[in-house]
């Protein structure tokens, strides 16, 4: 059993409403994001691979294009901008494309904030 592991970056703008009166959530601001996405399975026989680099990059760059430099309260989708929405959101668009999918890691590391999602079935 093998894990594969590819990261992109984006820089994305939202609005927030937390439960707690924070005004700065409230107003349009960014964030720099990382995401890690990590399939695990077998490798195939005739090929050697989890998944095909290329393959897996192309998926992920559909993804990306669809998150940088948006302004997600306008993603289709997506909902209220928490990294646990864009884990699960991530997950969506890579499902039918990366059949081993195992883990949507969503980072904002300049707050040292992290959300992992692991699928329905997890």
């Known amino acids: ?3 594969l592991s590819k990261q992109f970056r984006f820089e994305a703008a939202h609005t927030l ?4 009166d924070v005004e700065p959530s409230r107003r349009i601001h960014g964030h720099s994001y990382r995401a890690e996405v990590t399939l695990r399975g077998p490798r195939d ?3 050697g691979m989890v998944m095909d680099l290329g393959v897996f990059r ?3 760059d559909d993804v990306r294009d669809g998150l940088d ?3 997600l309260d306008e993603v289709a989708g997506l909902g209220p901008a928490t990294l646990e929405n864009l884990s699960a959101w991530i997950w969506r668009r890579l499902e039918a494309d990366c059949p081993n999918l195992a883990r ?3 980072y904002r590391d300049s707050e040292g904030d992290a959300c992992a999602y692991f699928g329905p079935s997890a």
């Open 45 to 47: 026989p005739e090929s």
């Open 58 to 60: 192309r998926a992920l």
């Open 17 to 20: 409403h937390r439960a707690i």
């Open 69 to 71: 430099h948006r302004f």
């Open 104 to 106: 949507v890691t969503v």
């Open 1 to 3: 059993m093998f894990e």
